[in-house]
């Protein structure tokens, strides 16, 4: 039996008052995923905002940059200073957003590297626990 070349995946799970919904995607080489969880039990809303790799200025640069747009808060600079975030933004074009209630990831990662692909979830697990805790 041949492995699918490309497909797509979507799946919803509950997890300490989170909802993940998952969407994995993958071609020939890639695979790119998106979680976007939603906290129920949130008090106010997340500010919106957005860190994204700045391609050009770290190849500049040689060292990891990052864009940074949005408001400012609590969890914005959780976010910029947890380990979790910067292993999460070695993906491939990697986004993490607040938005609403949401907290959404979304970065590639080599078809064949099963190791990044548990690391994600596990290390988002992490981001969210620490989101929970403040």
């Known amino acids: 039996m041949k492995p699918l ?13 989170w909802i993940l919904n998952v969407m994995v995607k993958w071609g020939k ?21 957005s860190i994204t790799k700045a391609q050009f200025l770290t ?6 940059t990052y864009n940074f747009k949005g408001n400012k808060s609590v969890y914005s600079e959780l976010l910029l200073e947890t380990v979790e975030t910067q292993f999460l933004m070695d993906s491939k074009n990697p986004t993490i957003k607040l938005d609403k209630r949401s907290l959404i990831f979304e970065g590639g990662i080599k078809k064949k590297d099963f190791k990044s ?8 697990e992490t981001l969210m626990n620490e989101i929970d805790s403040v």
Request: net charge positive; aromatic share 12%.
């Open 5 to 17: 070349l490309k497909g797509e995946v979507c799946f919803s799970e509950n997890y300490n008052n």
């Open 29 to 49: 080489r890639r695979l790119r995923i998106k979680i976007n969880s939603r906290k129920m039990n949130l008090k106010n809303d997340f500010l919106s905002c």
């Open 59 to 64: 190849f500049l640069s040689r060292s990891e």
């Open 117 to 124: 692909l548990s690391n994600v979830f596990i290390l988002f």
